[in-house]
């Protein structure tokens, strides 16, 4: 089984056309759209979008998800707007060619997560229903803050919403934040995992790390996906324009905050990517 790498391009830079300039470069033929030159992809109206699909067709690449924010909004705001926001990003599926949506399951207070649940299901399920209708995939990324942020709560929300049109994200980094044990997470939600973001943490201080170089156990769990027969999307999301020590692991100077531009910071979170899947010899 094969998979298809794809990334969080706007890490490389704001505008969009450098972004599909260095993805491509480096040889990654998809990108989970998500801030293009200098806009939230939300904010684009399907007329706007033609023009990015444009520029996205005329270098061979293709959209593999759509980065959304829905669902990060505060479980007591207003979702009404929110709702209309995610109906334009449904809207734009159609444009870029992909069924994929990323999206979350709202902000709530650590001490008023039970409580919350009630709401957060009738939001979830409303956000379900109407990807059900137009035939479009939620896929709920975990996230620290939010109420899918552990696995056990993640679990939850597959229990209720898992299908054709709902499904999960993991993310390594994200769990380890939340001081979530990624290989009980993965043995929690291996039957609904459809997409994987791909940036690593220490649980000493949260730092994001290249992949392998943290806690999240990223190797093991690729190895275990692609011996259950995984093929689908691998995403990166380096986050690592101020990652810590990177520096001194260089030769640079030990102990400072070594502050790289957009296209290293994916260039190296790329190759410790292609290192592991190298190991692993899934191409």
């Known amino acids: 089984m094969s998979v298809v790498l794809t990334g969080f391009a706007d890490e490389i830079h704001p505008q969009f056309e450098t972004q599909l300039e ?14 293009v030159n200098g806009r939230g992809i939300q904010t684009y109206s399907p007329k ?8 996205l067709t005329e270098r061979g690449m293709h959209i593999s998800s759509i980065g959304s924010p829905i669902g990060k909004i505060g479980i ?3 979702f009404a707007p929110h709702f209309d926001v995610f109906k334009n990003v ?7 060619g992909t069924r994929n949506i990323r999206m979350f399951s709202f902000y709530v207070p650590a001490e008023e997560a039970d ?3 009630d709401e957060v299901m009738r939001r979830m399920e409303k956000l379900a229903d109407y990807a ?10 975990n996230e620290k803050g939010i109420y899918g942020d552990t696995a056990p709560r993640c679990q939850k929300l597959m229990q209720r919403f898992y299908g054709d049109h709902f499904k999960a994200v993991f993310d390594f980094a994200n ?8 290989m009980e997470a993965y043995a929690l939600l291996k039957p609904y995992i459809a997409y994987i973001h791909i940036k690593d943490a ?14 999240g156990r990223v190797k093991d769990i690729l190895k275990m996906l692609k011996e259950s027969g995984y093929a689908g999307y691998v995403s990166l999301e380096p986050h690592l324009t101020e990652f810590t020590g990177f520096a001194g692991l260089e030769n640079g100077p030990s102990g400072e905050k070594w502050k790289m531009d957009g296209t290293t910071a994916w260039r190296i979170a790329l190759d410790a990517l292609k290192a592991i899947l190298w190991e692993l010899n899934w191409q």
Do not use: N, Y
């Open 175 to 182: 769990f380890v934040q939340c001081g979530q044990d990624t």
């Open 132 to 141: 059900e209708k137009r035939q479009v995939v939620l896929l709920h990324e």
């Open 48 to 55: 706007e979008a033609e023009g990015l699909q444009k520029q």
């Open 115 to 117: 409580r919350c649940e």
């Open 202 to 215: 220490r649980f000493a201080d949260g730092q994001v790390t290249p992949a392998g170089w943290g806690d």
């Open 22 to 35: 260095v993805a491509s470069s480096t040889g990654v033929r998809a990108i989970e759209i998500r801030g």
């Open 76 to 78: 007591h705001d207003d």
């Open 90 to 96: 449904v809207d734009l599926c159609k444009v870029f």
